[in-house]
């Protein structure tokens, strides 16, 4: 493996080319992260056309290290602006904002840099390690059942975070899981609920979506605040936390490590579910559970190290079954198909320097956000200075470049802000935002693998549970499920008078 | 009732309005697949089963707690603004605010992007209050240029050019103006 990691080092910088795509894709890929309304996917739907020129290595490799990066970067905004910049960076919203209104955004980008460094680079080096062995215990362990049931678990987990009550919190969920049945259906290519829209028949785009209930939602939240006189604007800080700070929370990065990893190494669930369940599993070790969601640091990291610990394992299902973990790396598997390759099993057979090259790249890159990163921050946290009513502006402009890039339609950039309007109405009522977002890229997922599922088991409950991954996880998401509507019920956790 | 109130009905009402609608389009598709028992509608009528539960579910807690949240709940937003600050001008402002990003784009296919941006990015400052007309076209003129350099002359992003004329010429004189700058270096 060390033969395999210095040869894919010195492809890597031994190539003027190479070395120029992996410092653009690592600049790229944090600022495009880190700038309000536009994310990792805008930078990697613009450049997808330009790889057709590349070597495939080195459009692989690009698109690798701006996962990585990116998915750093967009914890800057869930920070700064309570705007995530992708889905995996929702949970850190939720501890790093109100950590920027105590004027402790300093401290929550510092951990994210430390942590999304540490997660990252224990992935890649796990992904080096292990990919072989993983992706064949994959294959013969996780089909169709078992994915359905982690979706299961995430969706129980995630109606228990966000949301005023446990109620809005799996309505905002089934909502998202509404707006994903939108489009064909996975089993029979069926119209669902088009509505005699044909752009509608593709479904709706979760890039739109994503940026209408994240960022123009937020652009609304704090425009009406403005309206009624109620904004504060963010306090600006730089003061990065201390070693003793992260120590503290070993076991919380540790533990995000092999959830993020967990969920990254199956196919179609990547890094968003990851965060979720690294946030999650916080909160449920926690002995200061009312604290989360408050501005308590080990939020923001137990998110960050999760997310980032996805990015390695995601790789894995793409490069060795060919299954792509999330949006990003279904880009990726396009960029193979222009150099008339696909990614699987016989891609470590036919081009293993490929391959050691983008693991190499994302050794790298998860480093150079440690060091980069801390640089960036204090540059980026400069946009706190910045009116609000000259940034919403450019916000709601990247957005709608944002959302009309992927596809070209202008359809796209009316749901924006539809979905920026709803999102806005549903928060001021107390729904779950994250919730909604979660349901609508786990939706389809879990619809396909549902009926995967039970074709595989001719519709037999029994069969079904008899599988020891899916018992585990439906259980697992039951015990959330219940835990959750026995706090709902429970006088203890109901205040008795009206807010 | 309890403590249900007026906006809670109301919320129930859109909720099970989302979910009537929902449910009488699902016949639209309603049609057996060979491969798969349940069909094409057998998942969201689930989810829309599961959904009036959660409603119900819900309608039964505003009733014994109102609108307040759960104890130990986390990621809870303070998104909504006190009754009390809420004045005529200002709730005008705020839909004015909602409406206006709609109303921009549904303009992109027809005005395109490179005349429809100027104006909704002045409207949105002056909306957020800026009120000094400098600054609104200063700030307007920067944000564009700043848009236009980096995604049309750096990208090369495609975006909306319009279909009626005479911004369909604007936007055409944009990109022969894009081509020239971009030949240049």
């Known amino acids: 493996?060390?033969?395999?990691?210095?040869?894919?080092?010195?492809?890597?910088?031994?190539?003027?080319?190479?070395?120029?795509?992996?410092?653009?894709?690592?600049?790229?890929?944090?600022?495009?992260?880190?700038?309000?309304?536009?994310?990792?996917?805008?930078?990697?739907?613009?450049?997808?056309?330009?790889?057709?020129?590349?070597?495939?290595?080195?459009?692989?490799?690009?698109?690798?290290?701006?996962?990585?990066?990116g998915t750093y970067g967009g914890a800057i905004t869930a920070i700064l602006f309570n705007i995530p910049g992708a889905p995996e960076n929702a949970p850190t919203a939720f501890d790093g904002y109100p950590m920027t209104k105590k004027g402790m955004a300093g401290k929550a980008v510092g951990a994210a840099v430390l942590c999304s460094a540490i997660g990252g680079t224990a992935s890649a080096l796990l992904m080096m390690t292990a990919t072989e062995?993983?992706?064949?215990?994959?294959?013969?362990?996780?089909?169709?059942?078992e994915i359905f049931a982690l979706v299961f678990f995430g969706l129980a987990v995630a109606s228990s975070v966000g949301g005023n009550t446990i109620w809005k919190g799996w309505m905002s969920v089934l909502l998202g899981l509404m707006i994903a049945t939108i489009g064909q259906d996975p089993v029979g290519g069926i119209n669902r609920y088009n509505f005699g829209l044909s752009d509608l028949a593709a479904g709706i785009a979760f890039v739109p979506a994503i940026l209408g209930f994240f960022a123009v939602s937020e652009i609304f939240v704090q425009a009406e605040k403005k309206a009624f006189g109620k904004y504060n604007a963010p306090k600006l800080s730089v003061d990065f936390p201390s070693f003793a700070e992260l120590w503290a929370h070993k076991i919380a990065v540790v533990r995000s490590i092999i959830v993020g990893f967990f969920c990254g190494i199956l196919p179609g669930i990547g890094a968003t579910l990851a965060a979720f369940m690294g946030y999650g599993e916080a909160v449920r070790w926690s002995k200061e559970k009312e604290k989360f969601g408050t501005g308590k640091l080990e939020g923001v990291i137990s998110s960050e190290t999760a997310n980032n610990a996805a990015t390695g394992a995601a790789m894995i299902p793409l490069l060795a079954l060919g299954l792509p973990g999330g949006a990003l790396t279904a880009i990726m598997v396009a960029v193979f198909q222009f150099h008339d390759m696909e990614p699987g099993p016989l891609v470590f057979y036919n081009s293993p320097e490929l391959i050691w090259v983008v693991f190499a790249a994302m050794f790298y890159?998860?480093?150079?956000?440690?060091?980069?990163?801390?640089?960036?921050?204090?540059?980026?946290?400069?946009?706190?200075?910045?009116?609000?009513?000259?940034?919403?502006?450019?916000?709601?402009?990247?957005?709608?470049?944002?959302?009309?890039?992927g596809r070209g339609l202008v359809l796209?950039?009316?749901?924006?802000?539809?979905?920026?309007?709803v999102g806005f109405l549903l928060r001021r009522s107390g729904y779950s935002i994250a919730g909604i977002v979660l349901g609508i890229i786990l939706g389809k997922i879990g619809e396909q693998n549902f009926a995967q599922g039970m074709q595989m088991v001719h519709y037999d409950l029994v069969t079904y549970m008899s599988r020891p991954i899916c018992f585990i996880l439906i259980v697992a998401g039951a015990i959330t499920l219940a835990t959750s509507i026995y706090k709902a019920l429970s006088p203890s956790n109901n205040p008795q008078k009206q807010a | 009732m309890g403590k249900l109130t007026k906006l809670h009905i109301f919320e129930a009402a859109i909720w099970a309005s989302f979910v009537a609608i929902f449910f009488a389009f699902s016949f639209e598709f309603d049609r057996e697949i060979e491969i798969y028992k349940f069909g094409a509608t057998g998942w969201p009528r689930a989810v829309l089963i599961v959904l009036v539960i959660v409603l119900l579910g819900n309608l039964w807690h505003q009733s014994q707690h109102g609108s307040a949240a759960q104890v130990g709940r986390v990621g809870i937003t303070d998104d909504d603004v006190d009754v009390a600050d809420k004045t005529a001008g200002s709730i005008a402002t705020i839909v004015t605010f909602l409406l206006l990003p709609i109303v921009y784009a549904w303009s992109l296919k027809p005005v395109g992007f490179y005349s429809a941006t100027p104006f909704f990015i002045a409207f949105v400052i002056m909306l957020l209050g800026e009120r000094r007309l400098k600054q609104v076209c200063g700030i307007t003129a920067l944000i564009y240029g700043l848009l236009i350099g980096l995604f049309m002359l750096i990208l090369n992003a495609p975006l909306p050019q319009g279909t009626v004329s005479p911004f369909y010429d604007f936007s055409g004189f944009m990109l022969r103006m894009s081509n020239q700058l971009q030949s240049m270096f």
């Open chain 1, 133 to 145: 062995p993983l992706a064949q215990w994959a294959i013969s362990n996780i089909g169709p059942p």
């Open chain 1, 365 to 405: 890159a998860n480093v150079s956000i440690l060091f980069i990163g801390l640089i960036e921050t204090k540059t980026i946290m400069q946009l706190l200075r910045i009116p609000f009513h000259y940034l919403a502006p450019m916000i709601l402009m990247l957005a709608s470049i944002g959302a009309y890039i």
């Open chain 1, 1 to 69: 493996m060390f033969d395999n990691f210095i040869a894919g080092t010195t492809a890597l910088f031994g190539d003027p080319v190479s070395i120029a795509i992996f410092i653009f894709g690592v600049l790229g890929g944090m600022l495009f992260g880190a700038i309000p309304g536009v994310s990792m996917l805008t930078l990697a739907a613009i450049l997808l056309p330009f790889t057709a020129g590349l070597e495939p290595a080195q459009g692989v490799m690009l698109f690798a290290v701006i996962y990585c990066t």
């Open chain 1, 412 to 421: 796209d950039v009316v749901v924006m802000f539809g979905a920026g309007i």
